[in-house]
């Protein structure tokens, strides 16, 4: 009796678990095969006032900055140019498709490493910048080692970081980036989050869940990525502590972030970079401005590229077995 009670209460786990899972449903997958149809160039000046030139699809595979080779999505800055008149060439890609909550997890094998003045960012944005929100999940500059998470919005949201893991550091809890407070910043302690550690593990998987209460980052390095993701029936209820979580506390999550779009950006210098350079003792010695030394050395930028296996978009809806008939398997 005993065995068949403890048999029914493992059933009724799986049972549990299944359900929870089916939560989540594949809606979108971007990958090499439809990566540059789904996703569109970014030409214009740079928002953030970066020594950046953004090129249009066209001249970004003639310079060999954006191409799909070997089944990833290859993303660069220019590494070989002496002082590139306007700035260095580099590429920013937005989705056409627009999100409103969901369960989003990236593949990503190498990211722009540690330089002097670089700025790379994952991110998603919504309209009418900041009234429709902006969620920053992988972000820093120059010799970074772990990623910054961040929200942006209008007057009216503040957050907690309940439940974020031990040693992120919550540095406003005031979202307005209208105001003094530049967002609601979280920075995570995980050197293997970002730049030169992150590549060192050969990257992983980064997955933000966005519902109306709370928006929750996680990253898994290569060799710790959960088995639901891996077989494409992400189960977030299983995981472990996420690395930033942001809990609506005095916030309207529906109506401060809307109709996200997908980015993945290099910049460099600008708004962040370019104003922390004299702060930077390590980079600042090298050049007595940010744009200076980007212009000067072409070289620093060998390993400012991203490799991006796959992004994934998953809506809750219909059950985990249509989902794992649909999505293919993450890299191991």
């Given amino acids: 009796m005993g065995q068949l009670t403890a048999l029914a209460g493992v059933t009724a786990l799986l049972l549990s678990t299944s359900v929870i899972a089916a939560n989540y449903t594949l809606a979108d997958s971007y990958d090499s095969t439809n990566f540059f149809d789904e996703f569109s160039f970014f030409a214009d000046s740079d928002p953030t006032h970066g020594f950046v030139r953004y090129l249009d699809a066209e001249a970004a595979e003639a310079a060999s900055l954006a191409s799909c080779k070997d089944d990833v999505v290859f993303l660069a800055v220019d590494n070989t140019t002496l002082h ?91 979202c307005n980036s209208n105001s003094g407070f530049d967002g609601c910043s979280q920075q995570t302690s995980d050197t293997a989050s970002f730049g030169d550690g992150f590549n060192a593990v050969e990257g992983g998987v980064y997955a933000m869940e966005w519902t109306t209460g709370a928006i929750s980052v996680w990253f898994f390095p290569r060799g710790s990525i959960p088995a639901d993701i891996i077989g494409g029936i992400p189960d977030p209820t299983s995981w472990t502590t996420p690395h930033a979580r942001f809990v609506a506390s005095g916030c309207d999550f529906t109506s401060h972030f809307k109709d996200q779009n997908i980015v993945f950006d290099t910049t460099m210098c600008g708004d962040w970079a370019g104003n922390a350079w004299s702060s930077d003792t390590k980079c600042s010695a090298l050049a007595s401005t940010c744009e200076e030394y980007v212009a000067a050395n072409p070289a620093a930028f060998s390993e400012a590229y991203w490799l991006v296996n796959s992004v994934k978009v998953y809506q809750q809806g219909a059950s985990a077995k249509g989902n794992l008939r649909q999505a293919r398997k993450f890299r191991e």
């Fill in 84 to 174: 590139p008149p306007g700035g260095r060439p580099s590429v920013r890609v937005t989705s056409n498709k627009a999100y409103n909550t969901g369960l989003f997890i990236a593949d990503i094998s190498h990211m722009p490493g540690n330089a002097c003045g670089v700025w790379p960012a994952f991110w998603t944005f919504g309209p009418d910048w900041p009234n429709g929100g902006e969620m920053d999940i992988i972000e820093g500059v120059s010799m970074q080692s772990s990623t910054a998470v961040t929200l942006h919005t209008s007057a009216g949201c503040t957050i907690t970081n309940n439940g974020s893991a031990s040693g992120t550091t919550l540095s406003s809890g005031d």
